[in-house]
């Protein structure tokens, strides 16, 4: 067992398990995007962020990832740690405002006003899909491609994978993507899945005319614009 | 000519066989490939996936994320022109534009004859000697436009002269 102070209060861990695991275990929130239950931590979206080490020479990081450790001092709220969690929030709030995950989150938050320009990305890389089809489905039909603003995320060459069953994993778990997950009968959808316009193992047409409940789906029709 | 690694698979093999079908031999696989055949096809990456028991997707990432693989045709002969700021303030924009006129492409495009590919860089670590055009490996500071277009030039001349050579053997192999 591994004695830390959460918060102020001392709390115990096994050893092995993450700041984020510990904190969650003692009831203490801690708001995360791209960590699941059953997928390997990833650490991309920066929003489980905590502030760990002595008061004056303290530093941020990312609880989804950072294990804990004997006598380790962490801060899940304070005032710096809500600071960076607000930015963060609006980052990805510009970058994928139809999200109904990150709006959530950001209203959560506070945030109540636009500073960055908006730009309706459908993916913010979070890599939860690309773990789901690997850890859970044990396909690997989809993966990230490219690097730096070319990044992302589709199957090998971008042509209809071999290996993909359709089972909708990569949809059910993606916080930008609205669509529910109902295998691979667009009949029971709620939405169309436009919203996502490239929903890497499905057949686009299928889900042509179907409505999101965020109705209009905004999403599809900006990313045509542009 | 140097043997493009073919279709079936063979000259795949053997290259993959140095690797005693480890994975993390990916990479250089891939490198020793590319170096072959100038860029990395489909098909190739397909049969590298397979060799070495790596998924797809693994495969495609990889040779997407770096720069020195290309997933497109590639000309034989490589022109290079720096960009960075050093080379941008002594006139690399005109060398650019020098080179797109003379080769006719967009840098990042390949001639429709497949000798020529031209691309951009932004610095090459040599600004002292800007601007730098890098033709095959060799690179060329304080270039000038005249000085760009001889080099090309001459490129030109020895791919006729090759593809003439080799249009004559090819004409006397029948008869012998
Ligand atoms: S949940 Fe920790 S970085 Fe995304
Ligand atoms: S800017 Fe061209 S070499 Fe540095």
Request: charged residues 25%.
């Amino acid at each position: 067992m591994i004695n830390l102070k959460i918060n102020g209060i001392s709390v115990q861990a096994e050893a092995g398990t993450t700041l984020l695991e510990a904190a969650r275990f003692y009831g203490l929130e801690i708001p995360t995007l791209c960590h699941l239950e059953g997928l390997s931590p990833y650490g991309a979206c920066r929003l489980c962020v905590v502030e760990i080490g002595e008061e004056s020479r303290s530093r941020l990081a990312s609880s989804c990832t950072y294990p804990a450790e004997e006598g380790l001092k962490v801060r899940t709220a304070s005032e710096r740690v809500i600071k960076a969690r607000k930015m963060i929030l609006e980052l990805l709030l510009a970058s994928c405002p139809q999200s109904k995950v990150i709006q959530d989150l950001a209203s959560k938050y506070g945030i109540r006003r636009q500073r960055f320009r908006q730009e309706h990305e459908d993916c913010i890389l979070c890599g939860l899909c690309v773990r789901m089809c690997k850890e859970q489905m044990s396909a690997q039909a989809i993966g990230f491609h490219g690097r730096g603003n070319k990044r992302g995320i589709s199957t090998p060459f971008d042509l209809k994978s071999e290996v993909c069953r359709l089972c909708g994993g990569c949809i059910h778990v993606c916080p930008a993507c609205q669509l529910r997950c109902t295998y691979n009968q667009p009949e029971e959808a709620i939405c169309g899945g436009c919203a996502n316009i490239s929903p890497p193992c499905l057949e686009k047409e299928k889900f042509h005319d179907m409505m999101c409940y965020m109705d209009p789906c905004v999403a599809c029709e900006i990313k045509n614009e542009k | 000519m140097k043997t493009l690694i073919d279709t079936d698979g063979k000259r795949l093999e053997k290259l993959a066989d140095k690797c005693h079908g480890k994975k993390d031999a990916l990479i250089s696989l891939l490198q020793d490939i590319q170096l072959e055949n100038n860029w990395l096809s489909q098909q190739v990456l397909r049969g590298v996936a397979e060799k070495l028991n790596i998924p797809l997707t693994e495969v495609y990432g990889v040779a997407t994320f770096f720069k020195a693989f290309s997933l497109k045709p590639r000309g034989r002969h490589i022109v290079t022109a720096c960009v960075g700021t050093a080379c941008h303030v002594r006139g690399a924009p005109r060398l650019v534009d020098e080179l797109r006129n003379i080769l006719k492409i967009a840098p990042g495009e390949t001639t429709p004859d497949k000798i020529f590919t031209l691309e951009t860089v932004n610095c090459l670590g040599a600004c002292a000697l800007g601007p730098v055009v890098v033709i095959d490996g060799v690179y060329h500071g304080q270039a000038t436009r005249s000085k760009v277009r001889m080099l090309i030039e001459e490129i030109r001349k020895l791919e006729t002269r090759k593809r003439k050579t080799n249009h004559d053997k090819a004409k006397k192999q029948p008869s012998s």
